[in-house]
């Protein structure tokens, strides 16, 4: 049999499939995007005023040296400065009234652990008639959201929100549909009993595995890149191709490629040992929801990070290519590598088993 004509049936009788689920995730990866301009505004959490005040701090022995400047108010008799742990300033730590002008040095002790507290001031402009106006809240810390202290991502920028959808459902929206077909290929052949009829043509099991191998693997590939250009269109379109590179967008979706071809591999290996769909099913979601919930943990958990290590998604660095640094290439070695040996051991399965007449 001519080389790629399994590959040309398998796509004629699968291609409605193909584009309807290209068309979901079209939809879902645009809508996503164009999410974000309502989701960056959910994270903005400055402090009020934050602008018109600034926070220096020196490092002393015994102690740190805060000086606060801020904007002078037209009109002010003087300033008070309140200090606090949390932007609610109703029951501060401390209170300096009587401040003339702008700057002001405040003397902060080391906490227990011999660590600056982070604190809270708040410049409060007083006029003569007595009313008082905020100048401004500032920090002697950098703050950042609960999102970042769990995730150690800021997702108010367009790379930690596109971080967002690539470590946490993309791997199962195109992992179990991608694991799903790529079981199906194969034991569709044995439960409808034409293996052994497609085996009697002029074609080796070798390349019957490997073009049906290559046709899912190549479909993933459109898919990735189609997805690549609806992210460019719609970053651009909420304007924000400014903030991360076309480049940046296609090569961070592109590097999920890898992860999917063992995927495959493993599903076609499952397809090819056991002949049922249902069983292989059964492992290739089996396989793909451990690797997820694993790295999941990781995440989470700082104390279960190194479990990470022992998944493939942890080898897809995504975030080093949305932010333009340099993405390892051993990872993607090992991932390819990792394919190719399931591949061969699926074409060794196979080459060994009776085909049922």
Known sequence: MKIGKTMLMELK????GFVLFILVVVLLVGGFAHAYPSFSEAFEDELEGSENVDVKML???KEVNVTLNWKEIDNAENYSILVGKSPNMMVALERVDGIERPPHDYNLSYDEDGEIPKRYFAVVAVRAEGERELVGIETNFERTTAFQEIW??????IQGFLSLLWSTWWVLLIGLYIGYISVNVITKDYEEDRMDVILSKPISRRQYILEKF?????????VLVIIGLVLIGSVYSVGELNSVSSSALIISTLL???????IISVSVLAGIYLESSRKAVGVSF???LIQYGINMVGDLTEGLEYLKTYTIINYWDYE??????TVGALDVIFLLVLSALLVVSALVIFERKDIPV
């Open 13 to 16: 009788n699968s291609w409605k």
């Open 59 to 61: 490092k002393e022995d």
């Open 152 to 157: 150690g991502v800021d997702y108010g920028d």
């Open 214 to 222: 290559m046709v899912v693997s190549l479909y993933t590939l459109s």
């Open 256 to 262: 999920s490629w890898p992860v999917f071809l063992v």
């Open 286 to 288: 089996i396989f793909i």
């Open 320 to 325: 080093s290519a949305l932010y333009g640094e």
